[in-house]
C-alpha cells in the first residue's frame, strides 16, 4: 500500500485519475470488509440456528423416551422416532440402551461409533458426518428417568437445506457487496472530475502565465481554500500584467536588457558601477544646427525618429544597446551589460549599418522633395565604469569613463559619412581579417594629452567580404526606398 501510494503520489498521471484509483479502492476496501462482515455474521447464526435445533430436538427425544426405554417398551420408543419424519431436516432418529444396543431407528443412522466417541468424551453434543448422498451433523444427549441414566437419544440434522440458504445468502451478499463497489467506483470518476475542475483551472491559469498569458480569466466562486487560492492567483496575474506593462514601458525608455536588469536583478537599482571591457559608437547628426532653423519642431522630431527608429534595429541585430538619445547624437554599447567577445567587431558592424541605412532613407527623402540628413560615426573599444550613476532619487544607468569620452571626441572631428576607429577597436577580434581601414592623420583631440590615430573603414570592401548586405536588407529592404 505503501508503495502503491509513493507510486500514485509521484507519477504523471492526471490527479482526477489518481484520486479515482483511491477512492475505488477504498470504497472496494470498505464494502469488501463490510460483505465479510455479513457473511461470517450471516454464517455464525445459520450454524448458532443450527445448533439450537438439533440440541431442542435431541433433548426432547431423550426426554420423551425415558419412560419406555426403563420399562423397555420397544413398540412406544419406535413412535417416537418416527416423528423424525414431520421435519425435513430430520433424518434420522436413534435410541440406544446403557450397552449400545439400538432399540429403536428411523431413518439415516450416523456413520461411526458415535456411541464410543460419547462415552469417551460426553462433554461434546454433536458429530458432523457425510455421505457422497448427504451432508448432515448428529446430536446427542443421554437419557435418564427419575435421575437415572437408561441410555443415549441420537438425533441426525440434514446440513444440506441450510447450506443452501447459507450459499444463497452469500452470494446474495456477494453480488450487493460487488455492485456496491462498482457503483462507488463508476461513482469516483466523476466525483474525482468535478474535485479536480478548480485544480485544473489553475493548471490552466499557471500554464498561461508561464506562457506569458496573464490575462486569461478566472473564474473565484468558491469561498474554501481553493477558492482562496484561486483568488491568490488572480492577484498574481494581476501583479505580473502590471509587471509586463511596467517593463514595457520601461524598454521604450531603457534598452530591454537594461530593463529587464533593473526590474528583475536586486542590484539593477542600486548605485554603483563595475568595470567592464567593450566597445562604444557614437552617432550624430551632420549640420543639426542649420537643418533646425528651416524645419519646426515636430518636422525636426519625426526626421530623426524615422532615422533613429532603423539606428536602433541596426544596434539590436548587432548586439548592442542602446544607452541614450542625446539630441541629435545616439550612443550605442557593445560588450555593456551583457559581456561579448567579438565587440569590437559587432561596433564596426553596426557603424557600417547605420551609414548604410542613412543612405537609403537619404535616397526615399531626395524623391519626397525632403532635406537630408549624414551622420559621422566615432568608435572606440577599452574598459569603462558601467552601472547606475546619479543619486538615490534618480539614477541612470551608463558608462563612463576615457574610453567613452575619446569615442565623443573622435565623433566629433569625423566628417560626413566617415565611421572613424581607433587603435584600440582594431586590435579586437576579428576586425583584422574582415575589416579594411585607412590610417588618417594623427589628431589632437579635446581634453587629452596625447595624440590619437584614427582609422577610417572602407565600408564598401566590408559589405564585400561580409554577409552584411542581407542584415541590411532585412532592416531596409531596396524595394521599401525605391
Same mark, same amino acid.
Given at each position: 500500500m505503501k508503495k502503491l501510494t509513493r507510486w500514485l503520489e509521484y507519477s504523471s498521471l492526471p490527479l482526477a485519475l489518481k484520486w479515482s484509483v483511491v477512492i475505488a479502492c477504498f470504497v472496494s476496501l470498505v464494502m469488501g470488509l463490510l460483505g465479510w462482515f455479513l457473511i461470517n455474521q450471516q454464517t455464525a447464526t445459520y450454524l448458532q440456528q443450527n445448533d439450537i435445533l438439533g440440541g431442542v430436538v435431541v433433548d426432547q427425544l431423550a426426554f420423551a423416551a425415558g419412560e419406555p426405554l426403563?420399562?423397555?417398551?420397544?413398540?412406544?420408543?419406535?413412535?417416537l422416532v418416527s416423528?423424525?419424519?414431520?421435519?425435513?431436516?430430520?433424518i434420522g432418529m436413534q435410541v440406544f440402551d446403557l450397552n449400545g444396543v439400538l432399540k429403536a431407528s428411523a431413518g439415516i443412522a450416523p456413520i461411526g461409533d458415535i456411541l464410543a466417541l460419547?462415552?469417551?468424551?460426553? @462433554?461434546?453434543?454433536?458429530?458432523?458426518w457425510h !455421505?457422497?448422498?448427504?451432508?448432515? $451433523? #448428529?446430536?446427542? @444427549?443421554?437419557?435418564?428417568?427419575?435421575?437415572? !441414566?437408561?441410555?443415549?437419544?441420537? $438425533? #441426525?440434522?440434514?446440513?444440506g437445506p441450510l447450506k443452501q440458504q447459507l450459499n444463497a445468502l452469500t452470494g446474495a451478499l456477494i453480488t450487493t457487496t460487488m455492485s456496491l463497489i462498482l457503483i462507488g467506483v463508476l461513482l469516483s470518476f466523476p466525483l474525482s472530475h468535478r474535485l479536480c475542475r478548480p485544480i485544473y483551472q489553475l493548471v490552466r491559469v499557471g500554464e498561461a502565465i508561464d506562457s506569458g498569458d496573464t490575462r486569461t480569466p478566472i473564474t473565484i466562486g468558491r469561498k474554501d481554500e481553493i477558492g482562496r487560492v484561486l483568488d491568490a492567483?488572480?492577484?498574481?496575474?494581476?501583479?505580473?500584467?502590471k509587471k509586463r506593462e511596467v517593463e514595457q514601458a520601461f524598454s521604450?525608455?531603457?534598452?530591454?536588457?537594461?530593463?529587464?536588469?533593473?526590474?528583475?536583478?536586486?542590484?539593477?537599482s542600486e548605485l554603483g558601477g563595475i568595470t567592464k571591457e567593450g566597445s562604444v559608437l557614437f552617432c550624430d547628426v551632420v549640420g543639426f544646427t542649420e537643418l533646425s532653423e528651416y524645419l519646426s519642431p515636430q518636422e525636426v522630431g519625426g526626421l530623426l525618429n524615422q532615422y533613429f527608429n532603423y539606428f536602433s534595429i541596426a544596434a539590436d541585430s548587432c548586439n548592442g544597446t542602446v544607452d541614450k538619445f542625446i539630441g541629435d547624437c545616439i550612443m550605442i554599447l557593445f560588450g555593456v551589460p551583457?559581456?561579448?567577445?567579438s565587440h569590437g567587431l559587432h561596433a564596426v558592424t553596426c557603424g557600417v549599418l547605420i551609414q548604410e541605412i542613412a543612405i537609403r532613407i537619404n535616397h526615399q527623402r531626395e524623391k519626397q522633395g525632403l532635406p537630408l540628413v549624414q551622420f559621422k560615426i566615432g568608435i572606440n573599444s577599452g574598459q569603462m565604469l558601467a552601472g547606475n550613476l546619479g543619486s538615490v532619487e534618480r539614477m541612470q544607468y551608463t558608462v563612463v569613463g576615457d574610453t567613452v569620452n575619446l569615442t565623443a571626441r573622435i565623433c566629433d572631428i569625423c566628417t560626413p559619412?566617415?565611421?572613424?576607429?581607433?587603435?584600440?577597436?582594431?586590435?579586437?577580434?576579428?576586425?583584422?581579417?574582415?575589416?579594411?581601414?585607412?590610417?588618417?592623420?594623427?589628431?589632437?583631440?579635446k581634453g587629452r594629452r596625447q595624440s590619437v590615430t584614427t582609422y577610417l573603414i572602407d565600408s564598401e570592401s566590408f559589405i564585400a567580404e561580409s554577409r552584411l548586405q542581407e542584415s541590411l536588407d532585412k532592416i531596409l529592404p531596396m524595394e521599401a526606398v525605391s
Open positions: 426403563l420399562a423397555g417398551d420397544d413398540l412406544s420408543l419406535l413412535v416423528q423424525q419424519e414431520k421435519n425435513a431436516l430430520i460419547v462415552k469417551h468424551d460426553d @462433554s461434546k453434543r454433536q458429530l458432523p !455421505t457422497p448422498y448427504v451432508n448432515a $451433523v #448428529s446430536f446427542f @444427549s443421554t437419557i435418564k428417568f427419575k435421575d437415572v !441414566t437408561t441410555g443415549y437419544a441420537v $438425533v #441426525s440434522i440434514d446440513q492567483f488572480q492577484r498574481m496575474a494581476e501583479g505580473m500584467e521604450r525608455f531603457l534598452s530591454p536588457t537594461i530593463a529587464h536588469q533593473v526590474l528583475n536583478r536586486p542590484e539593477g551583457e559581456a561579448d567577445g559619412g566617415q565611421i572613424l576607429v581607433t587603435k584600440a577597436t582594431l586590435a579586437q577580434p576579428g576586425i583584422g581579417s574582415l575589416v579594411k581601414t585607412i590610417p588618417q592623420n594623427t589628431v589632437k583631440v
